[in-house]
């Protein structure tokens, strides 16, 4: 089995500065990367940054200067950094994995639960 979990989500203040972790764990073989998506009320699912395996990071504009994406190979984590945060930020923040299990000879998308992110004005 794998599993992702995260952790890191709340209420902050605009201006004010939060920290996902995504922790995937199980019968891993191999993970070739790991990101961020975010869904706003209303809107439509956005990427906000990925890490792959070995390659560049890249970001949404709406959030480039003011995240950092990384990751632990070692720990099969990976985490947000989110400073600066505006009312626009508000969110539910999904972590995902591309991963190859033990099991299994292909890539799998897996999926976190789900964090919720409000930033007030």
């Known amino acids: 089995q794998v599993q992702l979990v995260e952790s890191g989500g709340g209420l902050v203040q605009a201006g004010g500065s939060l920290r996902l972790s995504c922790a995937a764990s199980g019968s891993i073989f191999r993970i070739n990367a790991m990101g961020w998506y975010r869904q706003a009320p209303g809107k439509q699912r956005e990427l906000v940054a990925v890490s792959p395996s070995g390659g560049r990071t890249n970001y949404a504009d709406s959030v480039k200067g003011r995240f950092t994406i990384s990751g632990d190979n070692a720990k099969n984590t990976v985490s947000l950094q989110m400073n600066s945060l505006k009312p626009e930020d508000t969110a539910v923040y999904y972590c995902?994995?591309?991963?190859?299990?033990?099991?299994?000879?292909?890539?799998?998308?897996?999926w976190g639960q789900g964090t919720q992110v409000t930033v007030s004005s």
């Open positions: 995902y994995a591309d991963i190859i299990s033990t099991s299994g000879s292909y890539y799998f998308r897996y």
